[in-house]
Every structure is written in structure tokens, then in C-alpha cells.
């Protein structure tokens, strides 16, 4: 008795990857970040920031370096707003509050 071939689209799909844990990766990579304390500034550093606050105008491209989460992160790109009654400042779309704002650079 002669084995009958086995479609090759079905024989393509056995090789196809497979995760036996849905969300296993991205629970590694959570558990595996490393998480920081905010920096306090210093009086110097701060009147430094607010310097550099106040040259910032819509349109210009930045760069920040901010806290987020228990880490610290870079954004680069263009300033979409600058709100100083909300202090509030939005790269793009990500807002990101006056307070969590370590250093900007342009």
C-alpha cells in the first residue's frame, strides 16, 4: 500500500513557529526591566531645566529624557504643544508632565 503525500500547504504549516504560553515573552521582558527612584534635582539643575524649558516652542525638535513608570526614558521629536498652566509638555504624542522631565536637549 502506497503512503498518500501530504498537501504542501499543510506540510508548510508544521514548520510554522508556535508559542505554547500566550504572553510568555512579554512577561520575561517586563520581569527583566530594571526599574530606577526618580532623580531629585538639585536647585541648580532645576533653574538649568526651567532655562531650557523656556526656550521650547512648538515645532521644535527636542529631545527629553523623563521618567515614566519607574524607569527613564528618551523621546525625540517634535514639540505638538507646551502647556506651562498644566505643565504639561507633548513630543508627538506622548505628554509628559514638567515634574518627570530630568533633561531636554535641542
Known sequence: MARQKMPLDKRAAQFLPFKA??????A????????VPKIELSEDSLRELDKKMHLIR???????????????????GM????????????VVNTKIEFDDILDVEF
Open 28 to 35: 520575561i521582558a517586563a520581569k527583566e526591566k530594571i526599574t
Open 58 to 76: 512648538k515645532g521644535m525638535m527636542v529631545s527629553v529624557v523623563y521618567f515614566h513608570k519607574e524607569e527613564y526614558l528618551k523621546i525625540t
Open 21 to 26: 504560553v500566550a504572553g510568555l515573552d512579554e
Open 79 to 90: 514639540v505638538a504643544r507646551l502647556d506651562e498652566t498644566a505643565r504639561i509638555l507633548q
